[in-house]
C-alpha cells in the first residue's frame, strides 16, 4: 500500500509540475479555436469545460484503466512504475498535444496530423490502419457488455443488436444529443466506483506486493509452466489506457472541436489522462491484493473466486465490487463491464466516420452523406463480429492485435508530436523520449510475441534494438536536414 500511496502522489504532482512544463512547450494563446470558427451544431459545438473533462475521460478510458491494470498487475508491482511514468511523461503528453495539435489545425483528426507531419505515404497507410483500428474497438466493445446483459436476461444476439442501434444512432446525431448528455453521468459513475475502492483499500490497508521486495515478474514466478509473458514489452501493450494509448488520439480531436479555449487544454486534454492514471492505480493495487495479497490472495478468501490467478479481469470487476460495495458496487460494476465499453465503442465509429469524411472532403452536416460513410463502417464491424462468434478464441484474437495496434498508433502519433515541435523550434524531446521507448515496446513485441512474428528472444530483443537505433538515426538525419532548412 506504500507503493500505491506514492504512486497517487507522484501522479498529482506530475499533473501541475510536468503538465505545466509540457503546456509553456506549446503555448497555448487566445486565437479562436474551431468550435467557434467552424460551429456547425453537429461535430463542431462549444460545450461547457466540464462537460468536456467528463465526455474526453470516459472516451479514453471505458474499460481500459480498469481491465488492463488487472491484467498488469499480475506482473507485479513493475506495473505502478509504467502506469505513473508512462501517463506523466508519454500518455499525458501524447493526449495533450494530440488534443492541441488539432485544434491549431481547425479540428484534423489523427490521419490528417500525422499526414501534415509525416508525409502524405504515412498519412495513407495510417488512414487504413486508424479506420481498422476504431472498427476493431467498436466490434470487441459489443459483444462483451451483450455476454452480460444475456446473464440478466435475453438473447446475446438480440443484445448486440440493440447495442449496434444505438451505437449507429450515437454516430449519427449531433454530440450533444446523447453524448453531450449521457456520457458525464456514466464517468462520474466510474470515478466513483474508483473513489468507493479507493476509501477500502485505505481503511483496511490491505497487505499487497511492495515495489522494493517483488521487483520481478510475478506472474512467471507463480505459474512458470502457463505464464510465459515477460515485463518488456508484454506488460507496456498490456496496460495502456492507465499510461498510453494510440485509441487517446483518435478521442483527442473529438473535444478538440468544442473546446472554446486553447488555455483550457491542459486541464482537458492532460487531466482526463492523469485521472485515468490514477483509475488505473487503484485497480491494480485492487487486482495485486486479489491475486497476491496476504495473508492469502483475495481469490482464496471470497467464495465466489473460482478461477484463481486466471480469473478474468471482467470477474475481478464483478467479484470485487459486490463483495466490496455491496448493492451499490454490484450496480457500479455493472456500468462498468457494461455501459463504459458500449461508449467507447459508439465514439470509436463516431471517430471513423469523420475520419473518412475528412479524407473525403465529405461535409457531413446533411443526413445522408452521414450515412454514406456510416453504413459501409457498420457492415465491416458486423463482418468482423460474425468472424468472432464463429471462432472459439475470436475475441481474444481481435484483442491481442487491438492491443498491438493501439500501441503502435500511440508511437506514430508521439512521432507526429516530434516532427511538429523540431518544427516550432521547441522542445522535441519531451515527445521523442517516449517515441523511441514506444518504438522500442511495439517492434519487440512484433518479432517474439505468439501473435505476431513469433522470433526466439535471442533474435527478437536485438532486432528490437536494432529497431530504435534505425529510428535514431532517421530522426538525427532528418533533424540535420531539418535544421539547415530553417537556416
Known amino acids: 500500500m506504500i507503493t500505491f500511496s506514492l504512486s497517487l502522489v507522484a501522479l498529482i504532482i506530475g499533473y501541475f509540475f510536468y503538465g505545466r512544463i509540457v503546456e509553456r512547450i506549446f503555448g497555448p494563446d487566445e486565437r479562436v479555436t474551431p468550435a467557434v470558427a467552424k460551429a456547425d451544431g453537429l461535430d463542431y459545438i462549444v460545450l461547457p469545460n466540464w462537460k468536456i473533462f467528463m465526455i474526453q475521460f470516459l472516451n479514453i478510458a471505458g474499460t481500459g484503466p480498469i481491465f488492463g491494470a488487472i491484467m498488469g498487475a499480475k506482473f507485479g508491482p513493475a506495473a505502478y512504475l509504467w502506469i505513473v511514468f508512462g501517463c506523466i511523461f508519454a500518455g499525458a503528453v501524447h493526449d495533450y498535444m494530440c488534443g492541441m495539435l488539432s485544434m491549431r489545425h481547425d479540428g484534423a483528426g489523427l490521419p490528417e496530423l500525422i499526414g501534415r507531419y509525416l508525409g502524405s505515404t504515412t498519412k495513407k497507410v495510417m488512414l487504413v490502419f486508424t479506420v481498422l483500428l476504431l472498427i476493431m474497438v467498436g466490434t470487441v466493445f459489443v459483444y462483451s457488455p451483450a455476454e452480460i446483459l444475456h446473464s440478466m436476461g435475453g438473447d446475446t444476439l438480440m443484445w448486440v443488436a440493440i447495442i449496434f442501434f444505438y451505437y449507429f444512432i450515437a454516430t449519427m446525431l449531433p454530440i450533444d444529443k446523447i453524448i453531450g448528455k449521457v456520457y458525464p453521468l456514466f464517468a462520474f459513475s466510474l470515478l466513483f466506483m474508483a473513489g468507493a475502492l479507493m476509501v477500502w483499500l485505505f481503511l483496511h490497508w490491505p497487505t499487497v506486493p511492495e515495489l522494493w521486495t517483488n521487483f520481478y515478474n510475478m506472474g512467471a514466478a507463480t505459474e512458470p509452466d502457463k505464464w510465459t509473458d515477460n515485463i518488456f514489452p508484454a506488460l507496456f501493450i498490456t496496460i495502456a489506457c492507465g499510461a498510453i494509448s494510440g485509441f487517446h488520439a483518435t478521442q483527442s480531436p473529438l473535444m478538440a472541436r468544442c473546446v472554446k479555449s486553447e488555455k483550457m487544454g491542459r486541464p482537458i486534454f492532460y487531466g482526463a489522462m492523469i485521472t485515468e492514471g490514477l483509475v488505473a492505480l487503484i485497480w491494480a493495487t485492487v487486482a495485486s491484493w486479489f491475486f497476491y495479497g496476504e495473508p492469502a490472495p483475495g481469490y482464496e478468501i471470497i467464495a465466489t473466486a473460482n478461477n484463481g490467478f486466471h480469473t478474468s479481469a471482467p470477474a475481478v470487476v464483478n467479484i470485487v465490487c459486490n463483495e466490496w460495495l455491496g448493492l451499490a458496487g454490484a450496480v457500479l460494476a455493472m456500468l462498468g463491464v457494461v455501459a463504459a465499453p458500449i461508449t467507447s465503442g459508439d465514439t470509436a465509429f463516431r471517430s471513423a466516420r469523420l475520419i473518412v469524411a475528412e479524407w473525403l472532403k465529405m ?82 513485441f512484433a518479432f517474439i510475441s505468439k501473435q505476431m512474428l513469433h522470433l526466439p528472444e535471442s533474435v527478437g530483443y536485438p532486432l528490437g534494438i536494432a529497431s530504435v537505433v534505425v529510428a535514431c538515426v532517421w530522426f538525427a538525419v532528418w533533424y540535420r536536414r531539418e535544421t539547415v532548412k530553417q537556416e
Open 363 to 444: 461535409n457531413q452536416r446533411p443526413i445522408p452523406k452521414r450515412l454514406i460513410i456510416s453504413v459501409p463502417l457498420f457492415a465491416v464491424s458486423i463482418a468482423m463480429l460474425v468472424w468472432q462468434i464463429g471462432n472459439p478464441d475470436g475475441f481474444n484474437t481481435i484483442w491481442q492485435y487491438f492491443g498491438f495496434s493501439n500501441q503502435a498508433l500511440s508511437a506514430f502519433t508521439l512521432w507526429t508530436v516530434t516532427v511538429y515541435l523540431v518544427r516550432q523550434k521547441k522542445n522535441f524531446w519531451i515527445a521523442l523520449i517516449p517515441a523511441l521507448f514506444m518504438t522500442a515496446v511495439c517492434s519487440t
